[in-house]
């Protein structure tokens, strides 16, 4: 199956497997989806839609470099004669950002006005940052999709906005008025998009149908309240049809409303928690054991925490209100992790009951403490082939009870690197 109206009705109602075969970031779908009779959905790694405003295309959003030859071929097979006209980014992520690439080219070839782009002012410094740090997000993203491939290679090119905003703008195109609004939350140079006439929320990434993506662990800093508080602002807009970054469109005002206002309350609950337990001096060790996540808000089948972890929000939170030091004062200023390691495998007795002792506490499901352990001797003797027999088997078993894809395939990646004697498979020399 993949009509994303049928697809939206059964995940609505908690009947399709957001974990593996249908899960929000990783899989894509076939072709395309009329919506109604004016919009068209596809989706790849993140959703985008084209509206027919009756004076050509608008593009929310724009898809990855996967989706530049699909997403041209399944618009103008259903606008075959008409043209792009404009497209709005909602953030500069990878997954949103490339299918523009076809359009400017039919324009080019036919003389034709480019396609206008709009985003947020920000957008175009984090291009640029991409580009300066490419290496580095080769190596994260190759970690988090678990991509076992040395050609994979982060995009060094990019198409940059035509005309950016601060706060909120507003265009018109056809029958329809476009209302772009900045919010800060995945990222900070979030846009989502209000289309009154036509009744559609376009939330960008600020919804995904699963728990938000605020605590990434390898990404720059997100905003966990000022996401909430977006969500509580589109409330207000009294929509009927939803139109998120991942997943799937959501029907009906009042199913909207339930949708935007348990993902708010989620996402202030584990910042106001995290910001009571750091006004008493708590550590983050500490905290992140604390905090208590709603069950009742987490059993609805839109925050499943299929993609990130909720744990890892905290240490966004942590990060944004309290620096990088953890509390811990021994890793203030911290020795070489192999000096570290060699003084607790002499302590210990060496480095086989290290080794016994980790695999014993694998076999009785403490996988956190597996881990460190595994770790620690592994730094102490990173060549030694046992070590990687057990560091292969520690991390695998640890993954494999992952609810979060995103933790899953870190903790994989390590799994996979020690079957090839590595630390990191995507760490160069």
Request: net charge neutral.
């Amino acid at each position: 199956m993949n009509d994303l109206r049928e697809l939206s009705e059964l995940a609505w109602k908690g009947l399709l497997d957001t974990k593996f075969e249908h899960h929000p970031v990783h899989t894509f779908y076939e072709g395309s989806t009329e919506i109604n009779s004016f919009v068209l959905g596809i989706k790849g790694i993140g959703g985008f839609y084209a509206i027919d405003t009756g004076d050509g295309l608008v593009m929310l959003d724009a898809g990855s470099q996967l989706d530049i030859e699909t997403g041209y071929q399944e618009i103008k097979k259903w606008r075959p004669n008409d043209y792009l006209k404009k497209v709005i980014f909602s953030h500069h992520h990878v997954d949103h950002v490339f299918a523009v690439q076809k359009f400017d080219e039919e324009c080019k070839e036919k003389n034709l006005p480019l396609p206008k782009v709009y985003s947020h002012s920000l957008t175009p410094e984090h291009f640029d940052r991409y580009k300066k740090t490419q290496g580095w997000n080769t190596a994260i993203n190759r970690r988090q999709f678990a991509i076992d491939s040395d050609k994979f290679s982060w995009p060094s090119s990019y198409r940059y906005p035509d005309e950016t905003y601060e706060n909120k703008m507003s265009f018109k195109q056809g029958n329809f008025t476009f209302n772009l609004f900045h919010a800060r939350g995945e990222t900070d140079d979030h846009t989502w998009v209000h289309i009154p006439e036509a009744k559609i929320l376009a939330p960008g990434d600020l919804f995904i149908w699963a728990v938000p993506n605020g605590g990434n662990p390898q990404k720059v800093q997100r905003y966990i309240s000022d996401w909430a508080e977006a969500l509580d602002k589109m409330k207000e807009m009294e929509s009927e049809i939803l139109l998120p970054g991942h997943g799937f469109p959501i029907f009906g005002q009042e199913r909207i409303k339930i949708a935007l206002t348990t993902t708010s309350e989620l996402l202030k609950s584990i910042e106001d928690q995290t910001l009571v337990l750091m006004n008493k001096g708590k550590r983050l060790n500490e905290i992140l054991h604390e905090v208590k996540f709603s069950e009742s808000l987490m059993n609805h089948p839109w925050l499943k925490p299929v993609y990130d972890d909720p744990q890892f929000l905290i240490r966004m939170v942590w990060r944004r209100y309290g620096g990088w030091w953890d509390g811990e004062y021994d890793r203030l200023l911290p020795s070489p992790r192999e000096e570290e390691a060699l003084a607790w495998v002499e302590l210990s007795g060496g480095v086989d009951s290290i080794i016994k002792k980790a695999l014993k506490c694998n076999k009785d499901k403490k996988h956190k403490l597996a881990a460190h352990l595994i770790e620690t001797v592994f730094h102490a003797d990173p060549k030694n082939k046992e070590i990687h027999k057990a560091r292969e088997k520690i991390f695998k078993d640890f993954s494999l009870v992952q609810e979060s894809s995103m933790a899953r395939n870190i903790l994989n990646h390590a799994s996979l690197a020690s079957r090839k004697l590595k630390r990191d498979l995507a760490e160069s020399n």
